[in-house]
Each structure stands twice: as C-alpha cells, then as structure tokens.
C-alpha cells in the first residue's frame, strides 16, 4: 500500500519563476492538504483540496495557488517566487468526514530552494 | 502570532530515563491535539493524539497528558530509547476530523543518549 508520495524531492528555481510541485494521496485517501515549513519552524498550513475545489486556506498570498484531479491527486503552484518562499513543502492525505481520531498521512516533502 | 508553542528547542535524556516534551496553546477553541515525530529527510509520522474531553491518553511508552485550564500539554516517552531521536512537533485543530487544518508548533528536538 503506497503511502503519500510527492515530486520532485527536491527543486532549485530562480526567483520570478514558478514551481509546480505534485502529491499523490495515501490509496484509500480522498482530501490532500498542503504545509509550507520553513527552516527552524513547524509545518504551516496553506491550503486543503477535496472533491477538486479548494475548501480552507491558510494567510498564504495569491501567488500560492493549487488543484486537486478526479484521481485525488494535487498539485500546488507557487508565481513569481520570492527567496522567502523555500522552504520543505508538505503534503498531506486523509478521508474526508472520518471521526475524530483520524490522522492526516504525511509525505516526505519537497525541498524548494528560491536562487 | 504563534498559537502553539514550543518553548523547548532541543532536549537531551539518556536512554532508559523519562523525556517529557511540552506544548502550550493560545487559541481556547483547539479541541483536538497530536504529537507528530519527524526524522531528517522524512515527513512528520502520527504518534498520538488527544481530544479536549480527555486529560490523558496512553499508547504503549507513550502518554500525552492535557491540562485544559492551563492551556498546557505534554508528551512523556517512557522508557527513552535511542531510535526516539527525532523533532516532535506538538499540533492542534478545531475538530479532531481530518478535514481541519492542523497548527503547528516549531517542534522540539529530542536526543536519546545511549
């Protein structure tokens, strides 16, 4: 049973540029949401996706901008990148509407780095 | 504004001694806590995990207590053990369902001496 896998794991990208990175959720999974952790700070929650619409957003700017495909994948797009936004990037899968006690599955990340 | 807080960087116990890790938290409408472990190069795995109507859980050597009053949690790990090494990020949501977004504190690094 494949968990959460993202790609690629690790990414360089001048700043101006935009970066697409990709998720697959957790086989079973149908939500997938996305972190941005910075170096020394904790995941930061920037968006969640489920039945391909965006349904909570974290204070993250328009530049951050995402899509969830009918095979529950996501991928999160990042515009005219600033060095602030490397970071390890987060993806993490779940069902929706499980009760209480129910953990969001994460991948290993991707590790932007913003020249 | 840090909602979750972790006060501790880094923490240092010998193998077979208790660690105790604490969290606190700001935002009163957190419901739901879990304790996340993150080794290098890997995603944050699920440890454990409490809901507000609980003050303690227990899952193996690991027990989370929650003192709701004080706003206040804390993660034991007895006995430590090498392999314990890792970040354990405290996080909290409104709701303990997957669909809520999780917050996170900056994590403590916790190394287990042999």
């Known amino acids: 049973d494949a968990g959460v896998t993202q790609s690629p794991t690790h990414l360089i990208k001048t700043r101006g540029q935009q970066v697409t990175l990709r998720c697959s959720p957790k086989s079973g999974h149908d939500t997938v949401s996305w972190y941005q952790q910075a170096l020394g700070q904790g995941p930061q929650f920037i968006f969640q996706y489920y039945e391909e619409e965006e349904r909570q957003r974290g204070n993250f700017p328009d530049r951050f901008s995402g899509h969830q495909f009918p095979n529950y994948s996501s991928e999160l797009n990042v515009n005219a990148l600033l060095l602030g936004d490397s970071a390890l990037y987060l993806c993490?899968?779940?069902?929706?509407?499980?009760?209480?006690?129910?953990?969001?599955?994460f991948g290993q990340g991707t590790r932007l780095t913003v020249v | 504004d840090q909602q979750v807080k972790q006060n501790s960087p880094s923490l240092s116990v010998q193998e077979g001694r208790i660690s105790i890790l604490n969290c606190d938290y700001t935002n009163s409408m957190f419901d739901y806590f879990l304790w996340y472990k993150k080794y290098p190069a890997e995603g944050p795995t699920f440890l454990i995990s409490?809901?507000?109507?609980?003050d303690k859980n227990e899952d193996g050597r690991f027990t989370v207590f929650l003192n709701k009053s004080a706003k206040h949690l804390s993660l034991h790990i007895v006995p430590s053990q090498p392999g314990d090494s890792a970040v354990y990020f405290c996080a909290a949501s409104r709701g303990g369902g997957s669909n809520y977004k999780l917050t996170f504190g900056k994590g403590t690094l916790l190394t287990v001496n042999p």
């Open positions: 993490a899968s779940s069902l929706w509407g499980t009760p209480l006690n129910t953990e969001a599955f």
């Open positions: 409490i809901s507000s109507i609980k």
